[in-house]
């Protein structure tokens, strides 16, 4: 609950929160097989040795005048960094995908009309070096290799855009 309390705190356009989300913790196994059956197959593969997972949804109007709020996968997506960021702070690991059936996860976890599937979370506590590299699945080549980011001078311009 600390990690959902983490995203509750995030900003939103005119406060409008519209983040939802359902979890599982793995030893709900109805709950947790549900979920991990909405993820595509790589994601199963790797994900399902998490402790749980989180679908997360984003209201797409604004409660107080029912408006479209263009901004309600930008906050949601905000509101998630407040959760992934919290489970580091707890020593633990969280994951975000999009590689999961998200009219599937909305039909069958009963989610009302107005609401899109954003992501899904795998949250857990990091495996050891020892059991990355004995892993057989395709996950262990991503996890060993070096991480790699675009330089600032890429994604950082000053005054206008600038081309590369």
């Given at each position: 609950?600390?990690?959902?309390?983490?995203?509750?705190?995030?900003?939103?356009?005119?406060?409008?929160?519209?983040?939802?989300?359902?979890?599982?913790?793995?030893?709900?196994?109805?709950?947790?097989?549900?979920?991990?059956?909405?993820?595509?197959?790589?994601?199963q593969g790797w994900a399902g040795?998490?402790?749980?997972?989180?679908?997360?949804?984003?209201?797409?109007?604004?409660?107080?005048?029912?408006?479209?709020?263009?901004?309600?996968?930008?906050?949601?997506?905000?509101?998630?960094?407040?959760?992934?960021?919290?489970?580091?702070?707890?020593?633990?690991?969280?994951?975000?995908?999009?590689?999961?059936?998200?009219?599937?996860?909305?039909?069958?976890?009963?989610?009302?009309?107005?609401?899109?599937?954003?992501?899904?979370?795998?949250?857990?506590?990091?495996?050891?070096?020892?059991?990355?590299?004995?892993?057989?699945?395709?996950?262990?080549?991503?996890?060993?290799?070096?991480?790699?980011?675009l330089s600032l001078d890429q994604?950082?311009?000053?005054?206008?855009?600038?081309?590369?």
């Open positions: 609950m600390s990690l959902f309390e983490a995203a509750r705190w995030a900003a939103s356009s005119y406060n409008g929160q519209p983040w939802r989300f359902i979890y599982a913790l793995r030893d709900d196994q109805k709950n947790w097989q549900k979920l991990l059956s909405f993820l595509n197959e790589f994601n040795s998490a402790g749980a997972l989180i679908i997360t949804f984003a209201k797409e109007k604004f409660d107080y005048n029912n408006k479209a709020n263009y901004h309600h996968l930008y906050d949601t997506g905000s509101a998630c960094g407040y959760l992934v960021l919290e489970a580091v702070n707890q020593g633990l690991v969280a994951h975000q995908m999009a590689g999961f059936d998200m009219e599937r996860a909305k039909s069958e976890l009963k989610v009302p009309e107005g609401y899109k599937a954003a992501s899904a979370i795998a949250v857990g506590y990091p495996a050891g070096l020892k059991q990355v590299e004995s892993s057989e699945s395709d996950f262990k080549t991503g996890e060993l290799k070096d991480r790699d980011r994604i950082v311009f000053k005054g206008q855009w600038q081309d590369q």
